[in-house]
């Protein structure tokens, strides 16, 4: 199948060495380290598992409505650029 890929710099470059020193295509290099990638994923995936919190509780002074609020308020400046953006 073709298709384009936009690799970084230090990619590309990493591939071509390979390329050159296994005496293979840029294809080829690039094909066999995406697969050793996908193995070695397959291989090691494991899930995440985080401890479940110690401590929730809140300092005085601190009011959670107001961090609330603005972080809604943040989240709605953002939101808005976006849309101004297109994105």
Excluded: C, H
């Excluded at 199948?1 to 690039?30: H, N, Q, W, Y």
């Excluded at 994923?41 to 609020?69: H, T």
């Amino acid at each position: 199948m073709r298709t384009t890929v936009t690799l970084d710099p230090d990619v590309a470059a990493r591939l071509k060495e390979t390329a050159r020193d296994r005496g293979i295509s840029f294809k080829e290099a690039l094909n066999s380290s995406v697969r050793r990638g996908f193995e070695r994923g397959e291989a090691q995936a494991k899930p995440y598992k985080l401890p479940p919190p110690q401590n929730l509780e809140v300092k005085p002074g601190v009011n959670l409505v107001k961090a609330l609020q603005l972080a809604g308020e943040i989240e709605d400046a953002e939101t808005i650029r976006k849309m101004r953006l297109g994105k």
